[in-house]
Structures are given as structure tokens and as C-alpha cells.
């Protein structure tokens, strides 16, 4: 079962117009990380925020995380045509050390 | 530095067939996975492992044997491919493991089970 879950499934936008996408969890978590993967690649980390932060820059990039809400969110502002990819969600359970677990992702196409 | 490599890139195999799939990383990883990935599913974690000579079931561990005899490498056993195998495989690393470092992933095998 998945224990990541995103929202929206797809998003278009364009060129210079920010994206934000959410992921809600089920269980208590020690990390919540977000990756990108371009079209028939592999995922590539783009930030994690640890339970006790609440939120996380890395350039254009900003994660949020509330954990009484079970939720994060993800905001990439000024948004690129390179920007275009599935986004995925993963926590890592506090009780099943190990095994890192992904949503099933949000695809975001930015239009020039 | 090469990161985590996978081959082959792409295979196909007919029903009932065995096959590894290879992962090899060179960043002195502790901690290395099998996902695979299916349209609208994510990924799905099959098997990982904490170190050399040891290793544990994920969420989809049947039909798949790993094992863990060196540091870089974590192969990938079919035993009996079935069409229900039929997916794209990555094989991810991390330093510490995934409570408290992220995965660094290869770029997948593409397999097709006919």
C-alpha cells in the first residue's frame, strides 16, 4: 500500500507561473523527501525535511511539513519548460526502518 | 564518479525464463533497494539492504531474490519471470539508510515479460 499520496495527479502551467503540489502520509514519519524524474529516467532527491522542521528552502525550490495534518507541500516558483517531470513524495515510517515509500507522483508540464 | 549503474538498460524475456538484473554503485553505500515502477502505482519497494550480507523483503518480495555479498553490488533475481513482472526496475543507494539519508537512483532496466 502507498503510503504517500499527491495531489494534483497533473498540473499545466507555464513559463514563469509557480507549481505547488501536496502529499498527504498515513503514519508517523522521520523524514518526508521529495524527487523529480524526468521522462524515462531515474529519480533525483531534491530535499528532505526531517520531522521536527517544518520548512525548507533549496533555490527555487520550498517543502513544507505539517505533521499534525500529515501533510507536505512543494513550491517551485518561477517555473522553467525544464522544470517539466513527475514529482514524487516518500516518507520514511518510523516503524519500518528501511523501507523508504513513494506516492505515485504529480506530473507538472511547464509550457514556454 | 559513476553513482548507481544498472544494467541492461532494456530485456526482454519470455514467461518462465530467469534473469539478474545488475546494480553496482561507488559511493561506499551501506544501504541499497530494488523499486519497481508501474504506471499510476509509484514505486514499489521489492527488496533492500542495510550492508553486505544482509538483506530484507520490501512490500512486493515474491518472485525475486537478492543478495549482498559485496558493498557495491545488490543483483536481482528473477526466478520464474511471469508477465505480471513486466515493469521498469531501480535500484537506489544511500549512505545511511532512508531514516536519514536520501537514495541516490540508477537510471533502470526496462523489462518486458511476454
Known amino acids: 500500500s502507498q503510503q504517500g499520496e499527491e495531489d494534483p495527479q497533473a498540473l499545466s502551467i507555464q513559463e514563469g507561473e509557480n507549481a505547488t503540489m501536496n502529499c498527504s502520509y498515513k503514519?508517523?514519519?522521520?523524514?518526508l523527501q521529495w524527487y523529480r524524474q524526468n521522462s524515462g529516467r531515474g529519480l533525483v532527491h531534491l530535499i528532505l525535511i526531517r520531522s521536527n522542521e517544518r520548512e525548507k528552502h533549496s533555490g527555487r525550490l520550498r517543502v513544507t511539513l505539517d505533521t499534525s495534518k500529515k501533510s507536505s507541500s512543494l513550491l517551485i516558483t518561477a517555473s522553467r519548460a525544464a522544470d517539466t517531470a513527475s514529482y514524487f513524495c516518500?516518507?520514511?515510517?518510523?516503524?519500518?526502518?528501511?523501507?523508504?515509500?513513494f506516492g505515485a507522483g504529480t506530473q507538472v508540464v511547464v509550457t514556454p | 564518479n559513476a553513482g548507481v549503474t544498472q544494467t541492461p538498460k532494456f530485456q526482454v524475456l519470455k514467461t518462465g525464463q530467469s534473469m539478474t538484473l545488475q546494480c553496482a554503485q561507488d559511493m561506499n553505500h551501506e544501504y541499497m533497494s530494488w523499486y519497481r515502477q508501474d504506471p499510476g502505482m509509484g514505486l514499489r519497494l521489492i527488496h533492500y539492504s542495510v550492508g553486505a550480507g544482509i538483506t530484507d523483503q520490501g512490500e512486493v518480495p515474491n518472485g525475486y531474490n537478492v543478495s549482498r555479498s559485496t558493498t557495491e553490488d545488490f543483483p536481482l533475481r528473477l526466478l520464474s519471470a511471469a508477465p505480471s513482472q513486466t515493469s521498469v526496475y531501480f535500484c537506489a543507494s544511500s549512505y545511511s539508510g532512508t531514516a536519514q539519508s536520501p537514495l541516490h537512483f540508477g537510471n533502470g532496466t526496462r523489462l518486458t515479460v511476454t
Open positions: 516518500a516518507t520514511s515510517p518510523t516503524d519500518s526502518w528501511g523501507k523508504l515509500q
Open positions: 503514519t508517523s514519519i522521520n523524514n
